[in-house]
């Protein structure tokens, strides 16, 4: 079936970086369009980054452009998402995500990025 696992969460201090990963499996990874959205306490999901299946068309919105970078290592059933000069506001629950259509039809657990000094 299909699964993703996400991984590389973390407390980070203001200004630090992170990579957190998705390890996929169940699925022709590399024929997908894949997401990472995050949700942070109390409020509503947020996407940070898109990712085209050959790994050569990324979008991000102003929340995370200039910081945040998604790749991809098809090979490897692997989404990456690097995070750099990392906010408090950045603070959520970070999941990866199968894009189906105009929505998303399979999540992982997510993996906690805490933010703080």
């Known amino acids: 079936q299909v699964q993703l696992v996400e991984s590389g969460g973390g407390l980070v201090q203001p200004g630090g970086s992170l990579r957190v990963s998705c390890a996929v499996s169940?699925?022709?990874?590399?024929?997908?369009?894949m997401t990472w959205v995050r949700q942070a306490p109390g409020k509503g999901l947020e996407w940070v980054s898109v990712i085209n299946p050959g790994g050569d068309a990324t979008v991000y919105p102003d929340s995370v452009k200039g910081r945040f970078t998604i790749s991809r290592d098809n090979a490897k059933n692997t989404l990456y998402l690097q995070m750099n000069n990392l906010k408090p506001e950045d603070t959520a629950l970070y999941h990866c995500?199968?894009?189906?259509?105009?929505?998303?039809?399979?999540w992982g657990q997510g993996t906690q990025v805490t933010v703080s000094s």
């Open positions: 995500v199968r894009n189906y259509g105009h929505g998303y039809d399979s």
């Open positions: 169940g699925f022709t990874f590399s024929t997908y369009w």
